[in-house]
């Protein structure tokens, strides 16, 4: 059976602090997981429509072997500029790879589209998102809330609020696996318009509601609802969506592993999120593995470790549409009010 960490956060990985920031009004943010020691990381893009920053180093045949940190954020390609404010405050405090006399961190991210939300975008010039990267790392810690915050801020679903969740799992190997994830996708969290979460096989202590699945399923549960259909925003097409994520583990892997790790991660999708992968997300998983138990894994747990990696995610994600909150200039309603 699984079981979560103290917090049920992927700060329960030994070696992660997790910030954030966001701003009411442009009904936006910015999350940043930042590792106390360079971590080993991977990445797998299986979205139409990605919007990333440093990926390509992560590949298993490229010659950087650990990252700093990781960012998440809205604002569409205006977002990528939170890694800059990340990667500011990270030198200040003399982090990041030397070459030739300089530190340079190393500061992957991925964002989601968030631009037609109801906020106000109207920001003049330069978007706000390397202020907010910056202001992230400096509230970063291992308590932090999930819902309505950070990159999760704006984040929408199929009829309801997105938001940022976060899950932990403890496995019998003494090894721990977290997932962060800001849900803003094409489809849906939930069974049809149920409050039925599709990830409940996975659930852990009534973390997103306890309901299970529906009995009877209902009428819609095969339906696709297209995100702004109700509202007569848009289409599915024109308005854009994402969910990006990170994994997490405190076992010792290489970078062909941690690649690895997030694929097994977008199970989690398939699980929690119907349709997914489709052409209109930028769906995408950051894998990081701190090593900070000492574990390295033989290959039946290595197969517990992605077996988990697809729940945890799935768990995160609707953790993160079950904790949103309502705010002013919503365009869809909280899942609290189902």
């Known amino acids: ?36 020691e360079p971590a080993v990381a991977g990445v797998q893009v299986l979205g139409g429509a990605p919007g990333t920053r440093e990926t390509d180093l992560l590949e298993p045949q490229n010659s950087i072997e650990a990252i700093h940190a990781v960012v998440l954020s809205g604002g569409s390609a ?36 968030d631009l037609r939300n109801g906020g106000d975008k109207d920001w003049g010039r330069y978007p706000p998102y390397r202020e907010l990267g910056y202001a992230a790392v400096q509230a970063a810690t291992a308590d932090f809330p999930i819902g309505t915050v950070g990159a999760g801020t704006g984040a929408l679903t199929s009829g309801l609020k997105g938001g940022l969740g976060s899950a932990s799992t403890v496995l019998d190997s003494g090894v721990t696996i977290g997932a962060l994830a800001a849900v803003n996708p094409t489809g849906s969290v939930t069974v049809g318009r149920s409050r039925h979460f599709w990830a409940a096989p996975f659930e852990i202590d009534d973390e997103f509601g306890g309901l299970g699945y529906p009995d009877p399923m209902p009428e819609d549960a095969k339906k696709i609802l297209l995100k702004y259909r109700d509202r007569r925003v848009g289409t599915r097409a024109e308005s854009g969506s994402t969910t990006i994520a990170v994994i997490a583990t405190d076992a010792v892997l290489t970078k062909a592993a941690a690649k690895r790790l997030a694929i097994s991660a977008h199970d989690g999708f398939v699980r929690a999120i119907w349709p997914t992968h489709t052409p209109a997300d930028g769906d995408l998983v950051f894998a990081l593995a701190t090593g900070r138990s000492g574990i390295e894994l033989s290959a039946d747990a290595a197969i517990d470790l992605y077996a988990a990696a697809g729940a945890t995610m799935a768990r995160a994600i609707s953790r993160g549409v079950h904790a949103a909150t309502p705010a002013d200039g919503d365009l869809f309603p909280v899942w609290s009010s189902r």
Do not use: H, W, Y
Not at 2 to 26: E, K, M, Q, W, Y
Not at 96 to 111: H, L, M, T
């Open 1 to 36: 059976m699984f079981r979560t960490g103290p917090r049920n956060l992927i700060t329960d990985v030994a070696g992660l602090s997790v910030g954030n920031a966001d701003d009411a009004r442009l009904k936006s943010g910015v999350t940043v997981v930042l590792c106390d």
């Open 78 to 113: 205006f977002g990528l500029d939170a890694a800059s404010g990340v990667q500011a405050a990270l030198r200040e405090k003399n982090i990041g790879v030397e070459v030739g006399g300089f530190r340079v961190p190393i500061v992957p991210a991925a964002i989601l589209f």
